[in-house]
T-cell receptor
């Protein structure tokens, strides 16, 4: 079974600064997908970024980028130029067939 | 596309009552997933379907929970009888298969309160 570990229950960052959220996972699979989802207070699950395990290049989406280390089974999310609207719960997720989530990191962006 | 649609958005019921949650996946998606989110247990996968067939129901907490997918555009999650510990937000999600569609999209969730 796959497990996803987010070791930072809470983090905070000043507006316009950069923050990195950590995630590790455990699997015996070789091909899979990794995601970061954002859940604001509205509770809607919003896809932030997606990484295919077979791709060595790290995914980027505007201010969001990942550092994917397949051998280390690590998948961190970097948010650059943090904005107040980035305040939310962030979930790291692993998918082979179904998406399985970590416990989440609550990120607060301070003005 | 309207995205994944769930109804109702909020449900308040009394212990012992039957509760039915509904989901309409994104058209063309062949996988459908039900999740439950609580403070204590986080986001748990309850069950998922592929082409309307249940594939993995190992996350269903107990026999009081059941899920069906009678066709490609509709699924239900039923709790009978409901208990206060079932109070949670229930998410439905769907995805297609293939490189461009292999991402799971979530509905807005149903907030269930069992008194």
């Amino acid at each position: 079974a796959q497990t996803v570990t987010q070791s930072q229950p809470e983090m905070s960052v000043q507006e316009a600064e950069t923050v990195t959220l950590s995630c590790t996972y455990d699997t015996s699979e070789n091909n899979y997908y990794l995601f970061w989802y954002k859940q604001p207070p509205s509770r809607q699950m919003i896809l932030v970024i997606r990484q295919e395990a077979y791709k060595q290049q790290n995914a980027t989406e505007n201010r969001f980028s990942v550092n994917f280390q397949k051998a280390a089974k690590s998948f961190s999310l970097k948010i650059s130029d943090s904005q107040l609207g980035d305040t939310a719960m962030y979930f790291c997720a692993f998918m082979k067939r179904a998406v399985r989530f970590g416990a989440g990191t609550r990120l607060t962006v301070k003005p | 596309d309207a995205g994944v649609i769930q109804s109702p958005r909020h449900e308040v019921t009394e212990m012992g009552q039957e509760v039915t949650l509904r989901c309409k996946p994104i058209s063309g998606h062949d996988y459908l997933f039900w999740y439950r989110q609580t403070m204590m247990r986080g986001l748990e996968l309850l069950i998922y379907f592929n082409n309307n067939v249940p594939i993995d129901d190992s996350g269903m907490p107990e026999d009081r929970f059941s899920a069906k997918m009678p066709n490609a555009s509709f699924s239900t999650l039923k709790i009978q009888p409901s208990e206060p510990r079932d109070s949670a937000v229930y998410f439905c999600a769907s995805r297609g298969t293939g490189v461009s569609t292999d991402t799971q999209y979530f509905g807005p969730g149903t907030r269930l309160t069992v008194l």
